[in-house]
């Protein structure tokens, strides 16, 4: 900004000068305005940066992360099947099928609604990668039509042990769902997270696109025709992962994401004939997580009924759009009664204790994704405390983000890396122990617990881009590693960040523009 002095300043009136002054204040004032406003692009290259920390294999030549190494390199061997690659979903080395697929839906839809941002960001390509490394587990794992390999390696032992994914020598038992073993919970998640992801890669990778919906295809089928909640099959995730909403919400969340992906009539029609006996449009719910998806598919097809897609089924998809805005309106406090979420003093959406900010960032995601949805037809949302319109709604999920990245109570961002003040004591096994890279020296299963886990210094690597579980309701917080209900950080919490962060991106940017544009400072 060449502002400066111009060389007829000297000459000019006093009222002109004053009015420059005057101008000069207000441009510093914007100045620093945005100077205080979080910096999202920084917070999105950061948490597609977490996704190559969690990274389970064979890490490849352009790994950004360099306090990890190659791991699980023998996964499925003793089955017979090759399970390398995936990611482990937490803290810990066990790769659980259910919140991995989620994870991948999460990422495909933001880069679904946001990939021009994301773009514009210049992070693109690094949310393909982060998406193809869970989609090319996928394929490895579904090896036959009606067989989709569910988890790798086993909780209870995996968590008595306090090692490097590096050195893990751990059980790496694999558990899959088949015709006589069903889990459709998984199938469709893993189904949604294929086909949405074949819409990504559509244009830039066409025959991996393909590839995907005709997976996403097969697992649907499966998951439908053979009934049955996953945990009953795989006793093990019980304890970790079990499908507490059952299964109905994931079959209407794949034949949604797969009559995206298709435009086949039938994916549709699926949604409307089971949208009673499924729950799709009798559950209210105010969650919406790796386990309940009913919000994001009443929130999808709110979307159809606003593009008037599908006028002859209005009435079904009436009836998902008001549980849609049940759900909204309970984010922003505008439900009647008690039916909204509960906040914590400084603002932030409080679900439960347990790693509460995953429901907050999938919040942040649906309310934006809605606001634009609302924009775009031109509507506003009726809830009982009065009309909210698309702005509203943005700034809700703003306030959320914010809060995420540092405006909050304990002045600490629960994006780990980002700003100056952060968790650093996340529970994560590879963060807390020296990198491999630097000392390659075998640490053993209890070893890791007495020389590393139980340390009150700073973890020595820094799990950028991780969103941990977050504060209590109280908005404290407490960075210990035992605590791990709130410093364990899980790949579905930062994942729709990344759509959210590319939209309030684009959102700053253009505050800047407008800004510099403004008559009052380009008179200048
Ligand atoms: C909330 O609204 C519903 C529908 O209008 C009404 O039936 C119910 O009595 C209201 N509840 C409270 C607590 O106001
Ligand atoms: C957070 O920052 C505010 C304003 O700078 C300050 O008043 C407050 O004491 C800080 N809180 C903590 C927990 O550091
Ligand atoms: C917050 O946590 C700290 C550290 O555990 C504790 O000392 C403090 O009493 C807590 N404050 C509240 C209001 O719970």
Redesign the pocket.
């Known amino acids: 900004m060449e502002m400066k002095k111009s060389p007829h300043y000297g000459t000019l009136t006093k009222t002109l000068r004053l009015a420059l002054q005057w101008c000069l204040l207000l441009l510093i004032f914007t100045i620093s305005a945005l100077a205080q406003t979080p910096n999202y692009a920084d917070a999105l290259s950061k948490s597609l940066l977490y996704f190559e920390a969690q990274r389970s294999g064979r890490l490849p030549y352009n790994q950004r992360i360099t306090w990890r190494d190659h791991s699980g390199l023998t996964d499925g061997l003793e089955q017979g099947v090759d399970l390398v690659g995936g990611y482990y979903d937490a803290g810990d080395h066990v790769k659980f099928g259910l919140p991995m697929a989620f994870t991948v839906t999460m990422l495909s839809w933001s880069v679904i609604e946001y990939g021009q941002q994301i773009a514009g960001a210049g992070e693109l390509e690094h949310a393909l990668e982060a998406i193809k490394w869970g989609t090319d587990y996928f394929i490895k794992a579904h090896t036959s039509p009606n067989v989709l390999w569910a988890e790798v390696g086993d909780g209870d032992t995996d968590h008595y042990c306090w090692q490097r994914p590096e050195d893990m020598t751990t059980s790496r038992q694999a558990y899959r769902v088949d015709e006589n073993n069903p889990g459709s919970d998984l199938a469709g998640e893993t189904a949604a997270a294929m086909a949405a992801a074949s819409i990504v890669f559509k244009k830039s990778n066409p025959h991996y696109s393909h590839l995907l919906l005709h997976h996403a295809q097969q697992l649907f089928e499966f998951g439908d025709k053979y009934r049955g909640k996953y945990d009953a099959s795989v006793g093990v995730v019980k304890s970790y992962y079990a499908s507490v909403s059952g299964y109905m919400d994931e079959l209407l969340w794949g034949a949604l994401w797969l009559y995206k992906a298709t435009d086949n009539i039938e994916y549709f029609k699926y949604v409307i004939s089971k949208a009673h006996c499924f729950g799709g449009i009798g559950w209210a719910i105010t969650e919406f997580s790796w386990d309940v998806k009913y919000a994001g598919v009443q929130i999808i097809a709110a979307k159809l009924l606003m593009e008037e897609k599908r006028k002859e089924h209005r009435h079904v998809l009436e009836k998902y759009q008001s549980k849609a805005e049940y759900y909204i309106c309970s984010c922003l406090n505008k439900n009647n009664g008690s039916n909204n979420v509960d906040r914590t003093p400084g603002g932030l959406l409080h679900v439960r204790q347990w790693n509460n900010m995953q429901y907050v960032s999938s919040a942040a995601f649906l309310l934006s994704v809605y606001s634009d949805y609302l924009r775009h037809s031109n509507q506003k949302l009726n809830c009982h405390r009065g009309p909210v319109g698309p702005d509203e709604l943005l700034r809700f999920a703003k306030a959320q983000v914010d809060y995420i990245l540092g405006s909050n109570?304990?002045?600490?961002s629960y994006l780990v890396g980002y700003g100056p003040n952060y968790p650093k004591r996340v529970h994560h096994r590879g963060a807390s122990i020296v990198s491999y890279r630097e000392n390659k020296g075998f640490i053993g299963c209890t070893q890791g617990y007495d020389n590393w886990y139980s340390r009150l210094e700073p973890n020595p690597n820094v799990v950028v881009g991780a969103l941990v579980g977050g504060p209590d309701c109280q908005d404290n917080f407490s960075d210990e590693r035992g605590n791990y209900m709130q410093t364990e950080a899980c790949t579905y919490n930062t994942a729709p960040l990344v759509g959210v962060f590319a939209k309030l991106n684009q959102l700053e940017d253009q505050l800047f523009q407008q800004n510099q544009n403004s008559p009052l400072i380009a008179s200048y």
């Open positions: 109570p304990m002045n600490l």
